[in-house]
Antibody, heavy 122, light 107 residues
Framework: EVQLVESGGVVVQPGGSLRLSCAAS????????MHWVRQAPGKGLEWVSL????????YYADSVKGRFTISRDNSKNSLYLQMNSLRTEDTALYYC???????????????WGQGTMVTVSS | IQLTQSPSSLSASVGDRVTITCRAS??????LAWYQQKPGKAPKLLIY???TLQSGVPSRFSGSGSGTDFTLTISSLQPEDFATYYC??????????FGQGTRLEIK
């Protein structure tokens, strides 16, 4: 079964740091670009970051650029999001998602995890 | 690139034909996807490349459009289709962007 399982979400104070993890199974992880997407409570979807299959290319939303770092360990079939200088507006459910295709072009996200909740509050 | 969905909410009955529109602020070719999200669940991919039905998605769902104007159509609403629907553009990034969502409710 193709599956993504996120972990690491907690309550953290503003200015704090956190690392989210996403464990992949059921597919050849190192063939695919991977993404982080977040959803604030009661709000819509916001793309956060992507990383290419080999980690050679990374992109970020302006709202997190310079504070968040995406990475992956293909030997462990794992995706990560290092979150620094957290703000209250970063409070959201964070999903990892898999690109639908194994090429360089991104067409859609076909597999999503269940999400992990990050709450930034004093 | 901004995506504007209309309507933002919609009430319909089982068996109705429903159309949701997504307009891009600039041309995105056919790099558009549609997702369905139910409360407490992760989004589910319905359509990609504007009109390609994802494997396992019922054929009552269809997508069309290119450039700046796109539609998602549900030909005959079923009880399990009441959810929130999002469009997403992947033509020009970063950032990859989503529409604000369309909430489909039971009339």
């Amino acid at each position: 079964e193709v599956q993504l399982v996120e972990s690491g979400g907690v309550v953290v104070q503003p200015g704090g740091s956190l690392r989210l993890s996403c464990a992949a199974s059921g597919f050849t992880f190192d063939d695919y670009t991977m993404h982080w997407v977040r959803q604030a409570p009661g709000k819509g979807l916001e793309w956060v970051s992507l990383i290419s299959w080999d980690g050679g290319s990374t992109y970020y939303a302006d709202s997190v650029k310079g504070r968040f770092t995406i990475s992956r360990d293909n030997s462990k079939n794992s995706l990560y999001l290092q979150m620094n200088s957290l703000r209250t507006e970063d409070t959201a459910l964070y999903y990892c998602a898999k690109d639908i295709g194994a090429g360089a072009t991104t067409y859609a996200f076909d597999i999503w995890g269940q999400g992990t909740m990050v709450t930034v509050s004093s | 690139i901004q995506l504007t969905q209309s309507p933002s909410s919609l009430s319909a009955s089982v068996g109705d034909r429903v159309t949701i529109t997504c307009r891009a602020s600039q041309g995105i070719s056919s790099y558009l996807a549609w997702y369905q999200q139910k409360p407490g669940k992760a989004p589910k991919l319905l359509i990609y490349a504007a009109s390609t039905l994802q494997s396992g998605v019922p054929s009552r769902f269809s997508g069309s459009g290119s450039g700046t104007d796109f539609t998602l159509t549900i030909s005959s609403l079923q009880p399990e289709d009441f959810a929130t629907y999002y469009c997403q553009q992947l033509n020009s990034y970063p950032p990859i962007t989503f529409g604000q969502g369309t909430r489909l409710e039971i009339k």
